[in-house]
């Protein structure tokens, strides 16, 4: 009988371990090179990027198995494990994000300030930013969760796919709040391109996916429909 950690050595040397690396470097690599006097704000900028690249890793594993022609679990180790990294490199920007720009009042991050001339909840740009960022830290702190077999064992396949299947709405929500701090930012046409690179890939390679399952369906189905008829 298999241990019950026989999957957790491999998963650590063969994609913790290099994600971990990936992920040190392009934030450290980011952290140190961007010109901002503070602490706090080198690193929120530092970790938004590595986490929008993972977010979009994550959605790319499942296509691209079908692409290639490799099998294409429910449940993925390599995909799990991205997830994780993306979930954690994302909620530790989400934590270091609210101190940026107000220090010391969050709050204001979601609501107008007594200062202001409007009341309530933000409805501008900022407001948009910070609420797409608030609703996919929210959905990712729930697929962080459970994202593991005990998980999968309680809710079930059909519950828990469902369930994952909530990882499209965190990719869109942080693709809405970086396009919205670039805004607010007016951050260089670079960073902007790796955003819309993400997006666009993303979209192409689920779309190829999709096309790619769809016509596999109708060549299995036609080379099936001569013998039913002959039957």
Aim: with cysteine; aromatic share 10%.
């Amino acid at each position: 009988m298999n241990r019950p950690d026989h999957r957790l050595r491999p998963r650590l040397l063969r994609h913790h371990l290099p994600l971990a690396a990936l992920s040190t470097v392009f934030i450290v690599t980011l952290y140190v090179t961007r010109p901002f006097k503070d602490v706090i704000t080198r690193l929120s900028f530092a970790t938004a990027y590595p986490a929008i690249i993972l977010l979009a890793a994550t959605l790319l594993t499942g296509p691209m198995n079908i692409l290639l022609r490799r099998r294409n679990p429910v449940s993925s180790d390599l995909r799990r494990d991205i997830g994780i990294w993306a979930g954690a490199v994302s909620i530790l920007h989400a934590i270091v994000g609210q101190c940026v720009h107000l220090r010391g009042r969050p709050w204001l991050y979601y609501v107008y300030s007594p200062q202001e001339k409007h009341i309530g909840l933000r409805r501008d740009v900022f407001g948009f930013a910070n609420y797409t960022g608030l609703s996919a830290t929210f959905a990712v702190l729930t697929l962080f969760a459970t994202s593991n077999d005990l998980s999968l064992r309680a809710l079930g396949t059909p519950r828990w796919k469902a369930l994952q299947r909530w990882n499209y709405a965190v990719f869109g929500l942080a693709a809405m709040h970086s396009f919205g701090y670039q805004a607010i930012e007016t951050q260089n046409i670079i960073w902007i391109s790796i955003t819309v690179s993400c997006v666009v890939l993303t979209i192409a390679v689920q779309v190829a996916g999709f096309l790619k399952r769809r016509w596999s369906a109708r060549g299995a189905f036609r080379d099936i429909e001569p013998d039913v008829a002959e039957r």
